[in-house]
């Protein structure tokens, strides 16, 4: 049990190495982070098929509850389960905008008015002054966008300036109050189908159709920023707002801020328009305002039904996405922004939408900019990436979200879209559409016939080739369908990278029995994985950042000489077929795993918080999947790796598995 304790303890390491891109600084020990790398890309795919091998590879690790689709001029050149409904997050804002702009019109403006019951006599309103809210969900003072650096881009509403208005119409006293209307909408303040944390998280302001600075009061403090607190009655927090700003303008304001609709026939004093609504839709898909969303579709809702209601504008926005063709049939609307993990879309679905806008509409010019604007200034800032691709970005817990435009090598432009659901850590998601964007940014579509076989994914039934190749060995056994970043330093292997790169050429991968990675001298397994180069990124002190995918398993024939790297004499090992049984013991395996994980997910352990495979997948890819899901070291992988064919590799998995389980329940024991 003490070697068994032993492997367990060190299988939380091999965790990151299963993972698709996993972190950097996490790669195989071999060293620092490259600081400021600058980019060399490698040959990009030059036909559909190679694209579509080099997608697959980069999405292999990702779980079945991911989809990803590419469409090019319109037309899909590659698809992973994109018609699964999956949920979108923030992506749905690409189907509020959408259907705002068919129900509202790109011209569409929300006003906010000042009226009086009746009309001022020399400069004095007798009675109440109301504030009249038309929805704007941009309703800004200047000191508020003063406080929270909100530029051109973010298309504030000036609260500030309709006090000017009703200043310059020479108002110089208001007898009663000043009251906030927020009639053109219901009071419900959030939808009802949010957990109560999104309120704490502050992932949206109170919903009102009266909201100044997004339905927050600034508290000033001394010796340091205002206070933020959330106005749980926005009309008269707005009102009272605005009875400040009258009275910094010399308006005597005789009674206090309360709420309530302002009478029929009143007459209108002044009013602010917000910016037209491909204004106000650059902000929800730029800076992804979930506030906004919800405001809109509120709009949507009074609009095209007749009622200012979270309720009413899902239902307009689900029957005008099927009459236009944006959605299928398995799409589900729960709210405008996407905070509802009850939403549903598909990859499709979000490519007909960007398609139908295309990158110079107003939904496309609305999306965030590679290191450049809004939720993707610190992202992507790949020198392939940024400044060019632009996307909607979307997170929950255990969803991610990425749909948007990129160009091409070859000057086409993709559209694509990838949606993951049941990953934990959304860094590692991050990575993965980072490695698609720049497949799709490095795309260069020829009209010659492709000479090398395309990219097969693990578990198929490669086809067995024979050759030299260049050999990496490591102190990690990588299992097919995993992808592996590797920090590259000595020489030699800098070597082995820039002939790969430069060639376009695969290499391999073994296990290390004894010694180290460093400097030589090592005894190597002679059973491994040919790897694809994805990406690599050179730094200033010459390191090397590779990234690259396992897309088969080899076996070495015969050991060559070192120069300067290790060569060896190879040939592909395919998986022979299945027995009829493997797809039932797949599937018992797989229950056996999932159980397990659970029970070291109970003890703490950092292992996958879901396993949802897609097991319709042949016995030999499935297989191959559960043994990446496997906490596991690096001597269980290269067993797992050995294995004859797919019967063994599951023998393997079991009694890995069996091992696991007893030390997770002894211990859960208090054993």
Not at 352 to 359: A, H, V
Not at 360 to 370: I, M, R
Request: hydrophobic share 45%.
């Amino acid at each position: 049990m003490g070697g068994l304790r032993h492997r367990l303890a060190v299988a939380a390491g091999a965790v990151a190495l299963a993972a698709v891109l996993a972190v950097p600084a996490a790669a195989a020990g071999r060293g620092a982070p490259v600081q400021e790398p600058t980019t060399t890309v490698p040959a990009g795919p030059t036909s559909p098929e190679d694209l579509a091998g080099a997608l697959d590879l980069a999405l292999s690790s990702m779980p079945a509850t991911s989809c990803l689709a590419v469409s090019v001029g319109e037309q899909p050149l590659h698809r992973v389960r994109a018609d699964r409904p999956l949920v979108p997050a923030s992506n749905l804002k690409l189907l509020t905008a959408s259907i705002a702009l068919d129900v509202l019109g790109e011209d569409h403006r929300f006003t906010t008015r000042v009226v009086t019951p009746t009309a001022p006599v020399d400069g004095v309103v007798s009675g109440d002054l109301f504030l009249v809210g038309g929805g704007d969900p941009l309703l800004s003072t200047d000191l508020v966008r003063l406080l929270r650096k909100l530029d051109d881009a973010q298309h504030p509403t000036s609260l500030d300036a309709l006090a000017d208005a009703v200043a310059d119409a020479g108002i110089r006293r208001i007898t009663g109050r000043v009251v906030g209307d927020e009639s053109r909408y219901d009071r419900a303040r959030s939808v009802a189908t949010w957990p109560e944390r999104y309120l704490d998280q502050e992932q949206s302001g109170p919903l009102s159709a009266l909201t100044v600075d997004d339905g927050y009061r600034y508290e000033a403090r001394e010796g340091s920023t205002p206070a933020r607190r959330r106005a749980e009655r926005p009309a008269s927090a707005a009102a009272a707002t605005f009875a400040g700003l009258l009275r910094a303008r010399g308006v005597d304001v005789g009674g206090g801020a309360a709420e309530g609709a302002a009478p029929g026939g009143a007459v209108e004093l002044a009013a602010v328009d917000g910016a037209p609504l491909a204004g106000v839709l650059a902000e929800l898909l730029t800076f992804s305002d979930n506030q906004t969303g919800e405001l809109l579709l509120k709009e949507i809702g009074l609009v095209g039904a007749g009622a200012g209601t979270t309720e009413a504008g899902r239902d307009v926005v689900r029957s005008r996405a099927e009459a236009l063709g944006l959605v299928g049939a398995s799409a589900v609307v729960t709210d405008g922004s996407g905070l509802d993990t009850g939403n549903r879309l598909t990859c499709d679905d979000l490519i007909t939408m960007l398609d139908t806008s295309g990158p110079d509409g107003t939904v496309g010019q609305g999306l965030a900019v590679a290191a450049r604007t809004g939720t993707l200034r610190n992202r992507l800032d790949d020198p392939a990436l940024a400044g060019t691709l632009r996307a909607k970005t979307g997170n929950l817990r255990q969803v991610t979200s990425l749909a948007g435009f990129v160009p091409t090598a070859s000057g086409e432009l993709a559209t694509f879209a990838m949606i993951v659901n049941g990953v934990d850590d959304p860094e590692t998601v991050w990575t993965v559409q980072t490695a698609v964007a720049r497949v799709l940014a490095a795309y260069h579509l020829v009209c010659a016939p492709v000479v090398r076989p395309p990219l097969l994914l693990s578990g198929g039934l490669y086809a067995g080739s024979m050759g030299t190749l260049a050999m990496f060995p490591l102190q990690s056994a990588v299992l097919p369908g995993t992808v592996v970043p590797l920090h590259v330093f000595e020489d030699r292997y800098r070597s082995l990278v820039d002939r790969c790169v430069a060639a376009d050429e695969d290499f391999g991968i073994v296990l290390i029995s004894r010694g180290r990675e460093v400097g030589g001298d090592d005894e190597r397994t002679d059973v491994g994985a040919r790897m694809r180069i994805l990406r690599t990124d050179r730094g200033p002190d010459g390191r090397i950042l590779l990234v690259a995918g396992a897309i088969s398993r080899l076996r070495v024939r015969r050991w060559l000489a070192d120069d300067p790297h290790p060569w060896a004499d190879v040939e592909d090992w395919p998986d022979p077929e299945p027995e009829p049984t493997a797809t039932a013991r797949v599937e018992a395996t797989a229950a056996e795993l999932r159980s397990v994980l659970a029970l070291r997910r109970e003890l703490g352990d950092p292992v996958p918080s879901t396993v949802d495979l897609d097991l319709a997948a042949d016995p030999a890819r499935a297989s191959w999947a559960l043994a990446r899901l496997l906490p596991a070291s690096a001597y269980d992988r290269q067993r797992l790796l050995v294995a004859d064919d797919v019967e063994r590799r599951l023998d393997v998995l079991d009694e890995l598995l069996a091992d696991q389980r007893l030390v997770a329940e002894a211990q859960l024991r208090g054993a």
